[in-house]
């Protein structure tokens, strides 16, 4: 039983059309790009004989009904951030569709229903927060977080979940929506987002971690001033505090490669007020994003972040706080589906290799609840998060038929 590749390209330019007018590939979470990505979805998976819900969490599910109540999770997130991409995230829900469709014509039922997940909101959202969907659905989150508001209307991650189909009174941190007992395990298949698939000629990667993502807010307080008549020594810029610290941020990370494990430090988003060319900035606020293999590390390197901060803000006549948004726990998958994907992956005479994850995904909250394995398909350059962003029709091919494959024989018995 193979995919059809030509349906699985069509599908992806299809989805591809629902963005963000003059801002290709732009589907932003809580949209209404993202709700007529929702609504086709919906459409589709319906199309396609499965029986469609809307989660507590707000996820959209297709479930493939099988003969027992046992189930394996798959999926992904049909969100983007701006001008993020046609392949991220989108791979990985419409590979199951693809593969739900080629089961559905060979007459396949399997043994075990097969859940396929839209994640709602994985990518950083106007909530300040990732991974909405998977963390309220495994409750890896706090009552905190659903009191975030969005930064431009105000209103109410809680309101939204509902609007979106949730229900927040199902939601508890510490509670899962899905009965662990249940599921053998979930799979997600997802572009690599890096270089190391393309460069070793390779078809798939099978991941065996996923990093740990931590996110602070950072905000510096100065004085808003004329550009013109205040002089250079009597000044208080939080824009000249900002630019030290995010340098020294760069600086501090860079310093932990010689430690072993896997770090990134990234300041991507910065917001300056008043923001006038004539000017000195009042305030700048910026998220810090971190990924390690381990958090310990994540701990001690904040340390210093932080006393750089501090030292910044005396020497910039400056204030410089900082507000902990969230932090998850570093990943590993499971060696049973590792060991599933890559019997595939041998049978389809895929070239292949083990890999960690420095991206965080889904799957890394999912694995909080069951056992869970990743597939990476290359992408050109490595290239992610932006409008260039391509993996070809071939690529995408060769990862849904080793999703395929690995999804008939983890539910082809009981």
């Given at each position: 039983m193979?995919i059809?590749?030509d ?6 330019l299809a989805?591809a059309?629902m963005?963000e007018a003059?801002s290709p590939?732009?589907r ?7 709700r007529?990505m929702?609504?086709w979805?919906?459409d589709?998976f319906?199309?396609t004989?499965?029986e469609v819900k ?5 996820n959209?599910?297709g ?9 394996v ?8 951030v701006p001008c993020g991409?046609r ?5 990985g ?20 229903n097969?859940?396929?997940i839209d ?12 991974c909405?969907?998977?963390?309220l659905?495994?409750g890896?989150?706090n ?13 109410l991650l809680s ?5 979106w189909g ?11 929506l ?7 395990g979930?799979?997600e298949?997802?572009?690599?987002q890096?270089?190391?698939l393309?460069k ?20 510096v307080k100065?004085?808003a001033d004329?550009?013109?008549n205040?002089?250079?020594n009597?000044?208080?810029d939080a ?11 760069s ?5 932990t490669?010689?430690?072993g494990p ?9 917001d300056v007020?008043?923001n006038g060319s004539n000017?000195i900035a009042?305030?700048v606020d910026?998220?810090?994003?971190i990924r390690c293999?381990t958090n ?11 006393a750089?901060?501090?030292d910044t803000?005396?020497?910039t006549?400056t204030?410089?706080s900082?507000v902990k948004?969230?932090?998850s726990q570093p990943?590993?998958s499971s060696?049973?589906?590792l060991s599933?994907?890559e ?6 005479n895929?070239?292949?290799t083990r890999?960690?994850?420095g ?22 350059k490595?290239?992610s ?8 029709k071939h690529q995408?091919?060769?990862?849904a038929?080793?999703l395929?494959?690995?999804?008939i024989e983890l539910?082809?018995?009981?």
């Amino acid at each position: 039983m193979k995919i059809n590749s030509d349906r699985l390209w069509e599908t992806h330019l299809a989805a591809a059309t629902m963005t963000e007018a003059g801002s290709p590939y732009t589907r932003r979470s809580f949209t209404p790009q993202y709700r007529e990505m929702r609504s086709w979805l919906t459409d589709a998976f319906a199309q396609t004989g499965l029986e469609v819900k809307t989660d507590a969490a707000g996820n959209l599910l297709g479930i493939y009904r099988g003969r027992t109540e046992k189930n394996v999770g798959v999926g992904s997130h049909t969100d983007t951030v701006p001008c993020g991409g046609r392949f991220d995230g989108i791979s990985g829900v419409l590979s199951f569709l693809e593969a739900a469709r080629c089961m559905k014509e060979n007459g396949y039922v399997p043994q075990k229903n097969i859940v396929g997940i839209d994640f709602l909101a994985e990518e950083p959202s106007e909530f300040r927060l990732s991974c909405i969907g998977s963390r309220l659905a495994t409750g890896n989150f706090n009552e905190n977080m659903l009191q975030l508001k969005h930064r431009q209307t105000g209103e109410l991650l809680s309101a939204a979940i509902q609007d979106w189909g949730g229900d927040i009174s199902l939601l508890a941190p510490g509670h899962s929506l899905f009965d662990a007992t249940k599921f053998d395990g979930f799979l997600e298949l997802h572009i690599e987002q890096g270089p190391v698939l393309e460069k070793k000629q390779l078809d798939v990667g099978l991941v065996t971690g996923i990093c740990s993502v931590t996110r602070y807010d950072f905000t510096v307080k100065g004085r808003a001033d004329h550009a013109g008549n205040t002089p250079m020594n009597l000044r208080s810029d939080a824009v000249v505090a900002a630019a030290k610290l995010i340098n020294g941020i760069s600086e501090i990370a860079r310093g932990t490669l010689s430690k072993g494990p896997y770090f990134t430090a990234t300041v991507g988003k910065v917001d300056v007020f008043p923001n006038g060319s004539n000017v000195i900035a009042e305030q700048v606020d910026f998220t810090l994003d971190i990924r390690c293999e381990t958090n310990q590390l994540v701990d001690e390197t904040l340390q210093d972040i932080f006393a750089l901060a501090a030292d910044t803000a005396g020497k910039t006549a400056t204030t410089i706080s900082h507000v902990k948004i969230s932090q998850s726990q570093p990943s590993i998958s499971s060696e049973r589906l590792l060991s599933v994907l890559e019997k595939n992956a041998i049978e389809l005479n895929l070239q292949y290799t083990r890999m960690l994850s420095g991206a965080g995904h889904d799957a890394a909250y999912m694995s909080t609840v069951m056992p869970m394995a990743m597939i990476f398909i290359p992408c050109r350059k490595g290239r992610s998060h932006t409008a260039s962003e391509y993996s070809a029709k071939h690529q995408i091919a060769k990862g849904a038929n080793l999703l395929l494959q690995s999804l008939i024989e983890l539910t082809s018995s009981d």
